[in-house]
């Protein structure tokens, strides 16, 4: 019953709409704040960046929280369906959870080596990776499925 043509776009929509749900849950995430404090006798200013560890992985965590009803109906296709081969359902099961990870690891361990700007660096390296990858892994699974339709 889910061999049919309809599977297959169905799947790749709810994909690509757990991504973007999985991005504006993520980008709702604090990242670091930084205080200037002013000594008003001495006239100096300091810069302090702060940040609360694990932020972005409990944002990333949010995140696929969110997209967890999306995830399951694309599952329920995808493990019903025999229009993959075991490998491709599993890449194809593994790609939103495998897009909060990153989203929520490359900021964490950015931070951690580089500070303020590794964060922001770790941020926007994740973005980009995850607005790449998952949408060329759907576009390459998505003809292979329908051809067997």
Not at 19 to 33: H, Q
């Amino acid at each position: 019953m889910l061999d049919r043509a309809w599977v297959p776009m169905t799947v790749a929509s709810l994909q690509l709409l757990g991504l973007v749900r999985i991005l504006f849950s993520v980008a709702s995430v604090a990242g670091p704040e930084t205080r200037i404090n002013f000594a008003i006798a001495s006239g100096e200013s300091t810069t302090t960046a702060y940040y609360t560890a694990g932020a972005a992985a409990e944002g990333a965590l949010v995140a696929g929280q969110s997209s967890l009803p999306i995830w399951l109906m694309a599952a329920v296709l995808i493990a019903g369906s025999g229009l993959w081969s075991r490998s491709q359902k599993l890449i194809w099961l593994g790609l939103l959870p495998a897009a909060c990870i990153v989203l929520g690891v490359l900021p964490e361990l950015g931070w951690i080596l580089l500070g303020e700007s590794g964060f922001y660096a770790g941020s926007l390296i994740s973005v980009i990776l995850v607005l790449v990858a998952v949408p060329v892994v759907v576009w390459r699974l998505w003809p292979i499925s329908r051809a067997h339709a």
